[in-house]
């Protein structure tokens, strides 16, 4: 009854040891939730998915940066003036959703791959693959996907 201990440790007294069960159990809890931290972002959109629907305000899209829409999942970015372009943001590594940009490129917080605002190419890894592009358009003070 209760938790088991492993043969050769040492007991624990007064009845408030942790067993090995309860230690690897938790072990597993906790990785599995770092696991699911990593993998955060998934569920990429088509663009079918996003076809006619606004993204975001080309106002809230600053020049050589961007705006990431979490809901939607896409980032929208604009290179130089009156260019705006939009990529997923789930990162290519490992599924995580993009966590801002600056500097010229969009930045993934888990585990530090960068890619660029003008192509979604990779800067800098763990990521090797691109960010997929979505077309879009300004109309009326938005950016749509098309």
Request: net charge positive; aromatic share 2%; proline share 5%.
């Amino acid at each position: 009854m209760g938790d088991e201990v492993t043969p050769g440790a040492p007991a624990a007294t007064g009845g408030g040891g942790v067993g090995r069960r309860a230690v690897l159990c938790g072990a597993g809890a906790v990785g599995a939730a770092a696991l699911a931290g990593c993998a955060s972002g998934g569920g990429e959109k088509s663009a079918a998915d996003l076809k006619g629907k606004e993204i975001a305000k080309a106002a809230d899209v600053p020049v050589g940066g961007g705006k990431v829409n979490a809901a939607d999942k896409v980032v929208v970015t604009q290179p130089t003036q009156g260019a705006f372009k939009a990529f997923t943001a789930v990162c290519t590594h490992q599924g995580c959703t993009v966590g801002g940009v600056s500097n010229g490129v969009i930045k993934c917080p888990c585990h530090g791959s960068e890619f660029r605002i003008a192509d979604g190419s990779v800067q800098k890894g763990p990521a090797t693959k691109p960010l997929k592009e979505y077309p879009v358009q300004a109309k009326g003070g938005g950016i749509v996907v098309t």
